[in-house]
């Protein structure tokens, strides 16, 4: 277990290296090169992408997972349940492509709705092989087939913008990205789906799955909401410079602490039975989440007004005051990242899925409330009710493992008083800088150096326990490299 968890983070994070850098550069690019107009309209489409992950399988996939044993009937019959949901779903959203651009006021929502559409089944054709890889812990193959569809989508993207396609050019690297994924699933996993469909499996694997698809149908629909209410009230300027502050955040918060949390499910549903043990690991890697995500999302507060100026360009700075406020949000949710996933593996995927109502409710009218004042509005309504429920969901989870809130707290005090140092540190330098007119590019430099600096020995010296863990894991790291290598039999891309 420990071998595959170590591979899985390994290779997750050389993915990270290759995704994050392309995704910076492709969002970089973009934002020089699409107006906030643009960005808006592909953001009011976006949501068919993110729908694409909860209907793409009907959450058949963390059942798949989750269970202990598995028939071959089980596998089939779920993969062409997924591709019917699939033909389904893109014919729904095709049919739905116009009624939605007269809801937003935008004719050429329509084409981009319906072409994006497609994702539903183009993703469905591989979340299968995906989730087998994943119950199997076969990182490198799924980070393999992640590197090469980020890359290709990016590649796409870009040229797309460079031709003048405007908010196609953001469709057209979704649309890779999915086509790619799922192309590359199919030759990196042998096991192919059989004529079979068994109602039995059906019956077995849908109470778990359908706890699971309901959890995260809210999920998604609250993480859309914001976006589909601005630009019905606000219009799709609006939207783009939310979409781009939001998209800003979640480098740090999805992409950091969801790939961990990829690689922790199935390592969690294996120790279901010794709750002492997932509670141990579960906080051990909050730490560690929080010893990168805390830093970067406090410097990120301080220096917006810089990186918005230098990165994005000043045609970008309305998004300064909605970057802020958004990070805030984002370390408290980066904190419960792996929340969902301790009660799938505990099945107790109901007990979530009343948390997730609850959720959903508390964000809608905490948008609706924050339209009002725009914006700004928006996210410091999201704010508020963010650091009602993050703790809740906190408590939720340390209830089903038998542990204490406070347990959590002193896990991660250590290095939230490092990350908070730091900030006041370069908050300090950067209002020097100001009065001695440094320019914007030179500033910011300075003020991330100056941060990285201060913040690893502060680290070290007020959590002694992230400096253990992170050399352990790397010690560990090492040892399973030499003593548990990787079987020659795999497929290679």
């Known amino acids: 277990m420990r071998g595959r968890v170590l591979r899985g983070v390994g290779w997750k994070a050389m993915s990270q290296l290759v995704f994050q850098a392309s995704r910076i550069a492709v969002a970089v690019i973009l934002a ?10 592909a953001g009011m489409v976006m949501v068919v992408g993110l729908f694409a992950l909860v209907f793409s399988d009907l959450a058949f996939g963390a059942a798949i997972v989750q269970r202990a044993h598995l028939t071959e009937d089980d596998r089939s019959t779920v993969f062409w349940a997924s591709i019917a949901a699939g033909v389904f779903f893109t014919s729904a959203g095709i049919a739905l492509a116009g009624p939605l ?57 870009i040229s797309l913008a460079f031709g003048g396609a405007g908010a196609w050019a953001i469709i ?12 590359l699933v199919w ?22 799955s359908s706890k699971v698809f309901g959890q995260r149908l809210l999920y998604y629909a609250s993480r859309s909401a914001d976006g589909i209410l601005i ?5 799709a300027t609006a939207v783009g410079i939310y979409a781009v502050a939001y998209n800003v955040i979640l480098i740090p918060f999805s992409q950091i602490a969801g790939p961990i949390q990829q690689v922790m ?11 002492d043990r997932v509670a141990a690991v579960w906080i051990r890697t909050m730490r560690l989440i929080a010893a990168v995500t805390m830093p970067a999302l406090l410097g990120m507060i301080v220096v917006a007004p810089d990186f918005v100026s230098v990165i994005l360009g000043d045609k970008w700075s309305a998004a300064v005051p909605v970057l802020r406020i958004l990070a805030f949000v984002a370390i408290l949710q980066s904190l419960q990242t792996m929340n969902a996933d301790i009660l799938q593996a505990l099945d107790k995927a109901g007990t979530m899925l009343r948390f997730m109502i609850v959720w959903f409710a508390a964000n809608l009218t905490a948008f609706v409330i924050g339209l009002q004042w725009g914006i700004v509005g928006v996210a410091s309504a999201y704010a ?14 340390t209830r089903a493992l038998g542990t204490s809130l406070s347990s959590v707290v002193r896990g991660i005090s250590g290095v939230a008083q490092a990350a908070v140092g730091m900030a006041l ?49 790397i010690r560990r790291s090492k040892t399973t490299s030499l003593s548990e290598p990787q079987p020659l039999s795999e497929p290679q891309l």
């Open 32 to 41: 020089r090169l699409l107006s906030p107009h643009d960005y808006g309209l």
């Open 101 to 157: 651009a007269a809801f937003y006021g935008e004719p050429e929502v329509r084409p981009l709705f319906a072409a994006l559409s497609v994702s539903f089944l183009i993703t469905s054709i591989g979340s299968i092989q995906t989730a087998l890889l994943t119950r199997e812990m076969e990182f490198r193959r799924l980070e393999i087939r992640q590197i090469a569809a980020t890359l290709c989508g990016a590649i796409v993207g």
């Open 172 to 183: 057209g690297q979704q649309l890779t990205v999915a086509v790619v994924s799922s192309a």
């Open 187 to 208: 030759l990196l996993v042998d096991w192919k789906p059989m004529f079979r469909f068994s109602g039995e499996s059906i019956r077995r694997l849908g109470g778990f």
């Open 231 to 235: 630009g019905r009230f606000l219009g």
């Open 265 to 275: 499910f199935p390592a969690f549903a294996r120790m279901q039975e010794d709750l």
């Open 384 to 397: 508020v009710a963010a650091a009602f429920l993050e703790p809740a969901n906190a408590w939720l989870t």
């Open 425 to 473: 540190i370069v908050a300090g330098a950067r209002q020097l800088a100001l009065e001695l007119s440094i320019s914007p590019l030179l500033r910011l430099v300075a003020l991330i150096g100056l941060g990285v600096v201060v913040y690893l020995p502060l680290c070290a010296w007020r959590s002694p326990a992230a400096r253990r863990d992170v050399l352990e894991l």
